[in-house]
């Protein structure tokens, strides 16, 4: 699904919500915007002296940030094609008005630890607005918490409806910020000189991984 289906090219201005957490954001450090678009928010970021890879299938639509200091532009089918980014490959991962549920994991994984995921896209109950409106493009209620949960820290997290500048509702969105653990470092475990139960002798055991008497557990 491109966000050319969902009319969401024509937008210049970067999300409010990307904006809000921008500073979290620092120079230097590397930035993946999924199904980028005509680029407003690698644009932003960019301005900002963040590396920005900017990805969308939508050749068009990246001709308008093509020559943009600190993007680089990749055109690629990420819904037909493997996941082609590294695990820990970037420092921040950006997500506006796109879901494509069966990358979501190497997605997640592809962010570092101490990074940041910043996602944003529509919901349930936005079919009353429009497009989208299929299940397959619209998050379950709490489901970007449900993502992270256990691997991450979430700094915000939101869903409700969108108001136009008149005042009426016009899309149901959720949206998360969230930093990365980073990962725990393993625990050795203390095998003491006694007996095992099951009549089971230390140097047994011992013998069995590789003449050690301690594990890493993790």
């Excluded at 093509?66 to 990420?78: C, F, K, M, S, Y």
């Excluded at 429009?130 to 979430?154: C, H, I, M, T, Y």
């Excluded at 139960?197 to 140097?203: H, I, K, L, M, Q």
Aim: net charge negative; charged share 20%; aromatic share 8%.
């Amino acid at each position: 699904m491109s966000l050319l289906q969902l009319g969401m090219h024509d937008q210049s201005t970067p999300s409010q919500w990307m904006t809000r957490h921008a500073g979290f954001v620092k120079a230097k450090t590397s930035l993946l915007d999924v199904a980028c678009g005509r680029g407003r928010h690698a644009k932003f970021f960019a301005s900002r002296g963040v590396l920005v890879t900017a990805v969308d299938r939508d050749a068009a639509a990246l001709t308008s940030i093509r020559g943009t200091n600190g993007v680089i532009l990749e055109q690629r089918d990420l819904e037909n094609n493997p996941w082609p980014y590294a695990p820990e490959s970037f420092d921040c991962i950006l997500v506006c008005n796109y879901l494509w549920r069966p990358t979501a994991a190497a997605l997640l994984a592809s962010l570092k630890p101490g990074g940041l995921l910043l996602y944003e896209t529509f919901m349930v109950g936005n079919e009353r607005f429009g497009s989208p409106s299929r299940p397959d493009f619209l998050l379950r209620p709490n489901e970007l918490l449900q993502w992270v949960n256990g691997s991450f820290k979430a700094l915000a997290f939101e869903q409700n409806q969108e108001i136009g500048p008149d005042g009426a509702p016009v899309a149901m969105k959720q949206k998360i910020a969230a930093f990365k653990f980073f990962p725990q470092p393993a625990v050795p475990v203390v095998v003491e000189d006694t007996a095992v139960d099951a009549g089971v002798e230390v140097g047994d055991v011992a013998d069995e991984n590789g003449g050690k008497d301690s594990a890493a557990v993790g």
